[in-house]
DNA sequence: GCGAATACTTAGTACAAACGTA
DNA sequence: TACGTTTGTACTAAGTATTCGC
């Protein structure tokens, strides 16, 4: 591998993060929450680089000649940034466009429809299941993408093949890895492997699907009559409508949100909308609405929600349970699979994040009329609540959704899915990081490749190849355009603006260092100083030239060019690879490095942690700092001053019985002796845990991990660790990520290699 | 070939549940 | 047992990428 992509090689100092600093750019201090500052400059020094100071020549040549293309720029337009809002004209045309039914023709699955009611949900034990072909030889390692050419020829093998059920393998895996509860508790019948079947090769994501539905928000509750309203100080009973929509204002009144003139503008407007006229005419100033009673009102409920006995708790608990099993779970397949959001979105006040233009705005009640509703034509179709009809049922086997509907923010369209312990979110998320694998191979060649194309002729060239060297080295997201206007300002690469950007010749020592300041996905700031190669640092100032602060960088780039041109380095090859890429193999050169085998348990969890949040680094994972973090902390350093005492009280106490039994010399002394030094030697242990657990939580303080851990890091890479170190699975992975992760412990050995 | 629509993954946070301790 | 802390889960916004339809 390349020298310059050193994140993947040297060892991050996880443990030198300094939080010092939350003084960067002025213009994003007023931006209320959560620019969260990086403090990662030391962490990300580490990225070194080759100096590659051969003269640039070409570029200078080249740079009159760019410079005319850029000016008259106006034939290549790949960004048209100012789109009009179209939204209204998306809810129009939805109705009419998703009527057409598809005829997908798959084979019906012939038993379960059929099934009585009590064995609606079979277990897999029992069953047989439908097997599907595997596109590849039954190597772990070579799982092809779906999309593969052949398609065709193998359909017809295919589908005789659905017709013909086979029984299913039922084998266990050698080299399980160390699951103490398991046997103990109650994971039930022998969990399905799907990992061992094969797949669907013809773009079908099931043939069987049946589930009972959604599960509405529960109708509105009006208040007490006792709970008034007040206007310009005096009392008003609203109507139910409005009355829904002023309590969700009231039940946020101790957030900030309230008090920001967009949301109350965007709620007020909304909130008009629901008021009869009589209401419309009265109420006309927000500032003069008292929800005070509200708010008293529904805290007054949470206060009494957290007292209530134990038998009321219970009996929640059990409706939701039995809302869980009876809506929570779907037949495909034939296999019960959990659904992961059965539940539509209650309505409420929009809160989007970072500077969202759109916040307060009225999130409005789903109603069943709203729901398209997705499943097999031969299954038992879910039934509307009494006196209601679905927009639509159809029967798109091509998808993987159950249940959609158009939200009315954003005009975006939402979906009820499985659980990602299901097969069919299980097989994607296999398939991703066999994909990020196979950018393994040759990522070399794609990295010469964008070396050389730092050279081209063609601005589109070089600004494509600076844009993936980004994406590449700092793992930054694709940075698809964005209605202006609609949502939060903010940029991925592809997106980034000349005021994102600084360039410094030499700063702190170093030479050729870009500096970058701008808000990422979630209105998360990515702040960093990276010394880059003459020549990328030299494409940026030709890409900079003549561009005002809010022009595109990358004007010549998008997301679809980027990825049309990966796609043809690599099949399946996108932006986002190389963010899974990355983070995988940093986990997997990370543990090498930070694992020692002498070392106990605790301290090799730590050392995963700390790999773990080396990637969460690189991919700028952060969180707000938990509100009790000091206080935590605090106590957390009390418990160790503590343990520290009884340890040099139990130090104390072995250096006197020794010197008792020194003078006795009987069996009894020597025995206490003994003893005394087995407390000692346990407080220790005690003591190291602690200390470690402190040095874990410091340096965790606002980074997340679990974001990576989910999404970034090949299960495998774990599984094979804790499996060489003897590290039981749950101290690495809780129940959840266990089952998500099921193919992976299932399927990876001590010495897997991503 | 393009913009719009759609499908699906990735993301941080709020709050509930579980846990540990006095 | 009560309480405070930690951990896990649900929720849903915000991305990426592909597909659709003209």
Redesign the pocket.
């Known amino acids: 591998m390349s020298g310059d992509h050193s994140h993947n090689e040297e060892q991050i100092d996880c443990g030198s993060r300094v939080n010092d600093s939350h003084k960067h750019k002025d213009k994003y201090k007023d931006k209320e929450h959560?620019h969260k500052d990086h403090k990662k400059d030391k962490e990300r020094d580490r990225l070194k680089h080759g100096n590659s100071d051969h003269k640039d020549s070409s570029d200078k040549k080249h740079r009159d000649k760019e410079k005319m293309k850029h000016k008259d720029g106006s034939t290549d337009?790949y960004k048209?940034k100012h789109?009009?809002k179209?939204k209204e004209?998306?809810m129009k045309?939805?109705d009419g466009?998703?009527k057409k039914e598809k005829e997908n023709g798959f084979a019906s699955p012939p038993h379960v429809k059929s099934e009585p009611e009590d064995d609606f949900y079979h277990s897999p034990k029992h069953e047989r299941s439908l097997k599907r072909e595997r596109d590849v030889d039954d190597n772990d390692s070579e799982f092809k993408p779906k999309?593969i050419k052949t398609e065709n020829e193998k359909k017809a093998k295919k589908r005789k093949q659905d017709e013909d059920i086979k029984s299913k393998k039922t084998k266990v895996k050698k080299g399980e890895v160390t699951d103490g509860k398991k046997k103990g508790k109650k994971e039930p019948e022998e969990k399905w492997k799907w990992w061992e079947e094969e797949r669907y090769t013809d773009g079908s994501?099931w043939k069987f699907l049946e589930h009972k539905g959604p599960v509405f928000a529960p109708p509105y509750d009006p208040l007490p009559n006792q709970v008034k309203f007040y206007y310009d100080g005096k009392t008003m009973k609203l109507s139910p409508e409005a009355e829904e929509v002023a309590t969700f204002f009231a039940k946020m009144l101790d957030h900030e949100y309230t008090t920001k003139d967009i949301f109350r503008k965007n709620f007020f407007k909304d909130w008009r909308k629901e008021m009869n006229s009589e209401e419309k005419a009265k109420i006309t100033d927000l500032k003069k609405c008292n929800f005070a009673e509200m708010s008293e009102y529904f805290k007054a409920q949470s206060e009494a929600r957290k007292a209530m006995s134990k038998a009321e708790?219970l009996k929640i608990?059990e409706e939701?349970e039995r809302l869980l099993q009876e809506y929570g779970f779907c037949i495909m397949d034939n296999h019960k699979e959990r659904i992961?959001?059965f539940?539509i979105?209650?309505p409420?006040l929009?809160?989007?994040?970072?500077d969202?233009p759109k916040m307060g705005m009225l999130?409005r009640r789903i109603r069943p009329k709203d729901i398209i509703v997705n499943c097999s034509k031969d299954s038992k179709h879910p039934e509307p609540p009494p006196g209601t009809k679905w927009k639509e049922v159809r029967h798109?086997n091509k998808?993987?959704?159950l249940v959609?509907w158009t939200?009315n923010i954003q005009g975006?369209?939402k979906?009820i899915?499985l659980n990602p312990s299901s097969r069919i979110?299980g097989e994607?998320?296999w398939q991703?990081y066999e994909t990020a694998r196979r950018l393994k191979k040759c990522v070399d060649r794609i990295r010469s490749q964008y070396h050389e194309d730092w050279k081209s002729k063609e601005m589109r060239i070089r600004q494509r190849a600076v844009a993936l060297y980004f994406i590449d080295k700092l793992a930054l997201?694709?940075?698809?355009e964005?209605e202006e206007g609609e949502?939060?300002d903010?940029v991925?690469c592809c997106s980034l603006r000349v005021e994102h950007i600084k360039l410094y010749p030499e700063k702190d020592g170093q030479e050729y260092v870009v500096e970058f300041d701008f808000l990422?996905?979630?209105?998360?700031r990515y702040y960093n100083k990276v010394p880059v190669e003459k020549r990328v640092f030299k494409n940026l100032q030709l890409f900079m030239e003549n561009k005002e602060p809010d022009d595109d960088l990358f004007d010549r780039l998008n997301?679809?060019i980027l990825?049309k041109h990966l796609q043809e380095l690599m099949d399946?090859l996108?932006?986002?690879?190389f963010r899974?890429y990355n983070a995988s193999i940093t986990l997997q050169q990370q543990l090498k490095q930070l694992t020692s085998a002498d070392e106990n348990i605790p301290a090799k969890i730590l050392s995963y942690n700390r790999a773990n949040r080396a990637v969460a680094i690189l991919?700028n994972?952060?969180?707000?700092p938990?509100k009790?973090f000091e206080?935590?902390m605090q106590?957390?350093q009390t418990k160790i001053d503590a343990k520290r005492d009884q340890l040099s009280d139990a130090k104390r106490e072995l250096k006197s019985a020794k010197a008792d039994a020194k003078v006795r010399r009987d069996e009894k002394s020597k025995k206490a002796v003994e003893t005394k030094k087995k407390a000692v030697e346990r407080i220790e242990e005690q003591l190291m845990k602690l200390e470690v657990q402190a040095t874990d939580r410091e340096e965790n303080k606002q980074i997340?991990l679990g974001?990576?851990k989910l999404?970034?890091l090949d299960p495998r890479i774990s599984v094979a660790w804790c499996k060489k170190w003897s590290i039981p699975i749950e101290k690495i992975y809780?129940?959840?990520q266990r089952e998500k992760f099921a193919w992976a412990i299932d399927m990876a050995d001590d010495d897997y290699e991503f």
């Open positions: 959560k337009k048209d789109k009009e179209r004209e998306k045309s939805l466009k998703i999309k994501k708790k608990k939701n992961a959001n539940r979105e209650p409420g929009f809160r989007g994040r970072g969202h999130k798109d998808v993987t959704w959609s939200e975006s369209i979906y899915m979110k994607k998320d991703k997201r694709a940075g698809n964005k949502t939060a903010t991925g990422g996905k979630d209105s998360i997301t679809s990825n399946g996108t932006a986002k690879v899974t991919c994972h952060q969180r707000a938990p009790t206080k935590s106590n957390l997340a974001t990576s999404n970034y809780n129940k959840t």
